[in-house]
């Protein structure tokens, strides 16, 4: 079993930043793939980014410019850089991680950009 556990959440203003780290512990050998989800109020999961274990990196376009995706494997932590944050960047980030074919998912952290 692989556990992921977010921080990094809260509130901010529209046009601030916020960082997020996801730290994946247990059994991580195999550990590849690792990105966010958002899952806004009454919407359904959506990937924001991923990034490989060899640091290829994915963006929703909708984040594309304001967001860096980035990792650390000695750590086994990902992270994720909010600029410029929108009000339609508020939900639940899920952090995810695949090992071979399986998914992993932390139990979530809430993001709220104020207008």
């Known amino acids: 079993q692989v556990q992921l556990v977010e921080s990094g959440g809260g509130l901010v203003q529209a046009g601030g930043s916020l960082r997020l780290s996801c730290t994946a512990s247990g059994s991580i050998f195999g550990l590849n793939a690792m990105g966010w989800y958002l899952q806004a109020p009454g919407k359904q999961r959506e990937l924001v980014a991923d990034?490989?274990?060899?640091?290829?990196?994915n963006y929703a376009d909708s984040v594309k410019g304001r967001f860096t995706i980035s990792r650390d494997n000695a750590k086994n932590t990902v992270y994720l850089q909010m600029n410029s944050l929108k009000p339609e960047d508020t939900g639940v980030y899920y952090c995810?991680?695949?090992?071979?074919?399986?998914?992993?998912w932390g139990r979530g952290t809430q993001v709220t950009v104020s207008s």
């Open positions: 990034i490989t274990r060899a640091g290829r990196t």
């Open positions: 995810n991680a695949m090992k071979f074919t399986q998914g992993y």
